[in-house]
């Protein structure tokens, strides 16, 4: 059975649709992600979870108990915020304590369970710190240790690592599934961040204006996006619209205006005369002066713009007909670390026919 | 310009006022404390002509005049239970009302603080007179009272000139002094801490002892020293609201000057209260003092 359980629930404010009918079903011990972008219901949503906003419609299951009533000091959920209100006037060790001293747990129990968890964070002597004097890695720390100490049901986390640098968001993500994976508790993350979830999630809920677009698993939710949103808004995308000009067995080809026909295998979905749109990532597509022959898709163009990253740079190419493509070339290609085009070399894409996704509208 | 050159610059025009209006004053005061009292009020003078008549010079006797007579303790003593008593009772009226203030939507807070500080608007001694009234006999008020303490079987009672007057009074004047800086402080509590709270067990109750009321300790010191201290010396309101038996140490320090007319033993009773005052502010700096970098 199911830990948490949302059942259509629905929550408006005034005119606004915040969260449309959304249900889903979290199980024990999963690493739980609603992603979308901001205003798209996953903080409505994670707020109505913890207890502070209430459905207009619908109903949230905790273990099969309904929390309609259940304020949210009584349920057994505890939450990481973003800005991790560490309270200012109490020691790390006190902030620790609080949810133990709130459920009235024996004092005696208190200091080792409050050291045990700081060794779980690796904050081992920390005990008599103020969270001012802590770096913003410590106080996100303090807050899940905090919020994991007596052992809840569910941990929400709403954006935990937003404040955190590049580097130490990439750390505290390791912790994190770490973390997660010992302690055994369910989490369920809130993010705008896509890479964030697809580090971390076991599944992931795309969120966009109050609805799930799509639940799966990170490699199915970037590989397989079931609409052009999933597909925009996880990672770099070529988003290339068509109609369907033939379609036989579970090949297809699509009329792409200012490219040219394209062809498609293994993608369902499109019958002739159908209007869609080829999903491909940029990673997928190769460029170059000589394509591999695998390349059953080829075009030609020039290169209009790109973006070096470091370990990989990604090339605008306008092809002959206009249409621009987006290509990631790897820098650790062999040959090619040294040798980068240029804007405006002449070059040709290409990619497999079944490296991209089609979505039928 | 240095920054040592600027600080001097800035703080340079209160620093001198401080020493002009208060320093100076002060200083003066401990000099007439040691002096004797002049013939026909004022001081006599500090360097005799020789007349063995004359009464000139410095002497102590101010202080053991103050020290002799348990009656001047016991009025300090009795001043002090009444500030006490004021500043509790502004605190137990604020803090509520601060709360409220700080938790209301954020467009309807400035209106609310100026109603605290309408009250300024007007002159204090008409306020006073004010209370003169409500307080009356006559009153709707006074009867109200009455009514309600009879209908427990008490006797009825004049309020005005009574040492519940002179509560009602302090409290009335004292009580913006405190919401203020209370409201200043409540207003900054960061809401996500109430919420951190809840979420992690807290009820209402837990959630105000364990949060709010720790981090408004500053502004409970900060208004409790604005209270208390004006509270201590202040003689308009029991010399308007309050009867014979409310007579406080502000009041015999205004007698002293002007009616006694003994400059020097006004001033041993001046200096002694402006001890206590910078006693309790340097204490509620202390307790108030930002623990927080």
């Given amino acids: ?361 | 310009m240095s920054t040592r050159v600027q600080k001097w610059i800035l703080s340079g025009p209160p620093l001198l006022y401080l020493l002009v209006f208060f320093a100076v004053p002060v200083g003066i005061m401990v000099v007439a404390s040691f002096r004797y009292a002049g013939e026909f009020g004022g001081l006599a003078p500090l360097f005799g002509t020789g007349d063995p008549d004359e009464v000139a010079g410095l002497t102590v006797e101010s202080y053991q005049r103050f020290f002799d007579d348990r009656i001047y303790l016991e009025l300090f003593a009795k001043s002090f239970v009444y500030a006490v008593l004021t500043t509790v009772a502004c605190l137990a009226c604020a803090y509520p009302l601060s709360l409220m203030i700080a938790r209301s939507p954020k467009k309807s807070r400035d209106l609310l603080v100026l109603l605290v500080i309408l009250p300024f608007w007007s002159n204090f001694l008409i306020r006073v007179y004010a209370w003169m009234i409500i307080l009356g006999p006559q009153s709707l008020f006074t009867r109200a009272f009455n009514g309600l303490t009879g209908a427990f079987g008490l006797e009825p009672m004049p309020l005005l000139f009574s040492p519940i007057a002179v509560l009602i009074g302090l409290v009335y004047v004292h009580l913006p002094f405190m919401v203020l800086p209370l409201y200043a402080n409540l207003e900054k509590h960061d809401p996500a801490l109430l919420d951190a709270a809840q979420d992690l067990g807290a009820n209402a109750w837990q959630r105000f002892w364990r949060i709010t009321f720790p981090l408004s300790l500053p502004g409970v010191y900060a208004g409790a020293a604005l209270v208390f201290i004006p509270a201590l010396g202040i003689f308009a309101i029991p010399d308007l609201l309050g009867g014979t038996d409310s007579m406080l140490i502000g009041n015999l320090v205004k007698q002293q000057f002007l009616d006694a007319r003994d400059w020097p033993f006004g001033s041993v009773l001046s200096i002694v209260l402006t001890a206590a005052a910078i006693l309790f502010a340097g204490l509620a700096a202390w307790f108030g003092r930002p623990k927080r970098a």
């Fill in chain 1, 1 to 361: 059975m199911a830990l948490l359980e949302i059942r259509n629930v629905t929550r408006r404010f005034g005119d606004f649709l915040a969260v449309d009918d959304v249900s889903l079903s979290i199980g024990t011990g999963e690493f739980f992600t609603l992603l979308g972008p901001s205003g798209c219901g996953k903080t409505t949503l994670l707020r109505m979870i913890a207890g502070f906003d209430a459905p207009d419609g619908g109903e949230i299951v905790l273990d099969g108990q309904s929390m309609t009533d259940v304020p949210p000091e009584a349920r057994n959920i505890h939450t990481v915020f973003q800005s991790y209100a560490l309270f200012p006037h109490m020691t790390v060790a006190d902030n620790i304590a609080f949810p133990l001293r709130m459920a009235k747990c024996p004092a005696a129990d208190i200091t080792p369970r409050v050291k045990e968890a700081l060794d779980d964070v690796s904050l081992a002597g920390m005990e008599k710190r103020f969270p001012h004097e802590l770096s913003g890695g410590q106080r996100q720390r303090v807050a899940v240790a905090r919020a994991l100490i007596s052992r809840p049901k569910l941990l929400l986390l709403d954006e935990p690592l937003a404040a955190l640098d590049a580097k130490l968001k990439e750390r505290m993500q390791l912790e994190l599934i770490t973390l997660q994976k010992e302690v055994g508790i369910t989490f369920v993350y809130v993010t705008h961040d896509q890479e964030e979830a697809l580090a971390l999630s076991h599944r992931i809920a795309v969120m966009n204006k109050g609805r799930v677009e799509q639940l799966d698993d990170p490699p199915t939710i970037y590989s397989f996006p079931k609409n052009r949103f999933v597909a925009d808004f996880i990672g770099e995308c070529n988003l290339l619209d068509g109609t369907v000009a033939s379609q036989a067995g579970d090949a297809m080809t699509l009329d792409v205006p200012g490219l040219g026909s394209v062809r498609i295998v293994g993608s369902p979905g499109g019958s002739p005369g159908a209007a869609g749109t080829l999903a491909l990532r940029p990673e997928k597509v190769s460029i170059g002066r000589e394509l591999p022959a695998d390349c059953a898709n080829r075009f030609h163009g020039r290169v209009f713009d790109y973006l070096y990253t470091g370990d990989v740079t990604l090339y605008i190419v306008e092809v002959e007909g206009g249409q621009r493509v987006e290509v990631m070339l790897p820098n650790s290609a062999v040959g090619r670390s040294s040798k980068f085009f240029e804007p405006g070399d002449g070059v040709q894409v290409g990619w497999r026919d079944d490296a991209g996704h089609f979505l039928p509208d």
